[in-house]
Structure formats: structure tokens, C-alpha cells
């Protein structure tokens, strides 16, 4: 069956750090990836799309990477800020377009 | 652009009760999805639709779930004879369907749901 796992549940970052988490995936072979950032209590929110034939997608501080040889996508938040701290998923498409999600890893940025 | 609206927010019920979620997708977007998250867990997948076509459902929804979409626009999920294990966050998501950023999926607010 398809499965997602996210490096960790929780990850500790010292501000300024940056932040790389991680997205696993088996029995799979998505076209695309996003990443969701999501708030306690709040809907996930849309950070970033990386189709299959791009290897790396920026967004001012947000990196994120793809290897379809891996079957892995790599998440990076460079000079990380306590308003970074939140629970990012990450999640997989492929064939009917529906997402299939990670557990989600909780990032806490530390002052 | 108002977003993905999802009603009513909270909604707290006895067991056995009936309850009905509506969702407004983003005006022009031609899939809508319906999601259950719990506490620690990543969204699960529940139903979508392709205008009013209700293409996929998840195993995860009994036959207690039903959702509709009738005119392709706003959808409902309603649950019937609730119990204690339906108690979630309940996501509404949207996505264009074609196009460059055709795949990129916007949820909701999320309505959560309470059964006493």
C-alpha cells in the first residue's frame, strides 16, 4: 500500500538555523509533491508545488527538493524565525489527484 | 479570491444526532474534496468531486457519510447517526483541475466536530 512518513514528529531548530525536513514515500511514484504548512486548529496552507522533472523548487526562505530515484523530497527553511514554528505536511500526488498526507513533522523554532 | 469557506466552524452534537458541514469552494475551481484530520495525524482523505461528478470515496466513509455536490459549486458532507468516533476536523479543499497551478489544492478553515 502507499506510504508517506515524515522524518520525525517534532524537530528543535535554533533561530537562524536552517530547518530541513524530511517526506519518504513507498510504492509510489507521484507527478507531483506539495508541502503544507498548518497551525494548530487551522486548515493546512499551501506553501509549494515540485512536479517530478524539477529538481528543486524556491520560494524566498523555502527550498524544497525532489528525487524520484530516492523516492524522497527534502524541505528546507534557511534563516529560520520562531513564526516558522508550526507542523508542515507533505503530500503526494499522483493519478486522481487526490493528496495523500504525511503524518506531518512539528517544527519549533527556538529564540 | 475569497478562499475556501467552510460552515459551520464548530459544531458540538449528542450521539445519534444528524449533522450537515457546507463547504464554497474558490468560485471557478472544479474539484472539491472533503478531508477528516484528528489530533496528531495528517488529513485523510474522504470523497472528491469533479463538478458534481462525486468521482472517488475513501473507504473511510460508511455508509452513515454522504456528500453531494449538485450544481458543481458548494458541496455538503453529512453525517448521519453520529458517533463518538467521528469527533474530528473536517477539511473542505479546492483545486482548479487544469492547468499550470491546476493541482495545487487550497483547503478551508476546517469545521470541527464534536459528538457528546
Known amino acids: 500500500s502507499q506510504k508517506i512518513e515524515q522524518n520525525s514528529e517534532a524537530l528543535n531548530i535554533q533561530e537562524g538555523k536552517t530547518a530541513t525536513l524530511t517526506c519518504n514515500y513507498t510504492?509510489?511514484?507521484?507527478?507531483?509533491l506539495q508541502w503544507y504548512r498548518q497551525d494548530p486548529g487551522r486548515g493546512p496552507v499551501f506553501l509549494l508545488l515540485?512536479?517530478?522533472?524539477?529538481k528543486e523548487k524556491r520560494k524566498e526562505r523555502l527550498k524544497v527538493t525532489f528525487d524520484t530515484t530516492l523516492k524522497q523530497s527534502l524541505f528546507h527553511i534557511t534563516a529560520s524565525q520562531p513564526a516558522d514554528s508550526a507542523t508542515y505536511l507533505c503530500a503526494p500526488i499522483q493519478g486522481a489527484q487526490k493528496l495523500v498526507f504525511g503524518q506531518g513533522t512539528r517544527l519549533t523554532i527556538n529564540p | 479570491d475569497t478562499g475556501v469557506s467552510q460552515n459551520p466552524r464548530h459544531k458540538i452534537t449528542k450521539r445519534g444526532q444528524n449533522v450537515t458541514f457546507r463547504c464554497d469552494p474558490i468560485s471557478e475551481h472544479n474539484r472539491l474534496y472533503w478531508y477528516r484530520q484528528t489530533l496528531g495525524q495528517g488529513p485523510e482523505f474522504l470523497t472528491y468531486?469533479?463538478?458534481?461528478?462525486?468521482?472517488?470515496k475513501s473507504r473511510l466513509l460508511s455508509d452513515r457519510f454522504s456528500a453531494e455536490r449538485p450544481k458543481g459549486s458548494f458541496s455538503t458532507l453529512e453525517i448521519q447517526r453520529t458517533e463518538q468516533g467521528d469527533s474530528a476536523m473536517y477539511l473542505c479543499a479546492s483545486s482548479l483541475g487544469q492547468g499550470r497551478d491546476g493541482n495545487t489544492i487550497y483547503f478551508g478553515e476546517g469545521s470541527w466536530l464534536t459528538v457528546v
Open positions: 468531486f469533479q463538478n458534481e461528478a462525486q468521482l472517488e
Open positions: 510504492n509510489y511514484s507521484p507527478a507531483y
Open positions: 515540485i512536479r517530478e522533472n524539477e
